[in-house]
Structure formats: structure tokens, C-alpha cells
């Protein structure tokens, strides 16, 4: 079973009125009809301390803290696969080294 976490942007762009809403629609209709995937919409959770420390000085907003988040769960384990069209997401990944994930 692959376990997939959406980031809320790709949510917000499957019920929005814009390009990505087509796309979006397709990457749903993989996930739902593929009986090995399973997708999670991450609820706030607590950080481990190594993210928290990681990315202290350069957290700006909560927002910048609420990626952590979702960082965490792929960093743990908890998931395998992040999706997320965010660039500041992608550079935190490549610096826990979690990057392919």
C-alpha cells in the first residue's frame, strides 16, 4: 500500500476554477481507482524536534510551520509520498534528504 499525503494547495486547486483543476481531477482518478494508493489530507500534528530545529531560523510564518508538518509525516515514515505543487516544501525536502519522497 502506498500512502499518499496531498498538501492542502493540491485540495484547494481540485475546487478551484483554474488549469490545475484538470490535472488535479486526473491525479484523484489515479489515486481512487489504484487499490494499492491511499491518499491523507494531514491534519495539524506535532514536529519532531529535528525538523523544528532544522528550519527554526528560517520560518517566517505559520504557514512555513504548518509545512513542517507535512514534512514530518514523510520524514517519520508515516507516509510515502508528498504531493504538493510548493517550492519552499520541495528545498525543506532536500535538506532532510527525503527529496524523491
Given at each position: 500500500?502506498?500512502?499518499?499525503?496531498?498538501d492542502?494547495?493540491?485540495i484547494?486547486?481540485?475546487?478551484?476554477?483554474?488549469?490545475?483543476?484538470?490535472?488535479?481531477?486526473?491525479?484523484?482518478?489515479?489515486i481512487?481507482?489504484?487499490?494499492?494508493?491511499?491518499?491523507?489530507?494531514?491534519?495539524t500534528?506535532?514536529?519532531?524536534?529535528?525538523?523544528?530545529?532544522k528550519?527554526?531560523?528560517?520560518?517566517?510564518?505559520?504557514?512555513?510551520?504548518y509545512?513542517?508538518t507535512?514534512?514530518?509525516?514523510v520524514?517519520?515514515?508515516?507516509?510515502?509520498?508528498?504531493?504538493t505543487?510548493?517550492?519552499?516544501?520541495?528545498?525543506?525536502a532536500?535538506?532532510?534528504g527525503?527529496?524523491k519522497?
Open positions: 500500500m502506498i500512502k499518499l499525503l496531498l492542502t494547495n493540491i484547494v486547486y481540485r475546487e478551484s476554477d483554474n488549469a490545475y483543476k484538470d490535472n488535479i481531477g486526473v491525479l484523484y482518478r489515479i481512487d481507482n489504484n487499490y494499492g494508493m491511499i491518499k491523507f489530507i494531514h491534519p500534528k506535532n514536529v519532531c524536534d529535528e525538523i523544528k530545529n528550519f527554526l531560523k528560517i520560518n517566517k510564518t505559520i504557514n512555513d510551520e509545512d513542517d507535512l514534512l514530518n509525516e520524514y517519520l515514515g508515516k507516509v510515502d509520498i508528498l504531493i505543487e510548493y517550492k519552499k516544501l520541495e528545498k525543506k532536500l535538506a532532510l527525503i527529496e519522497k
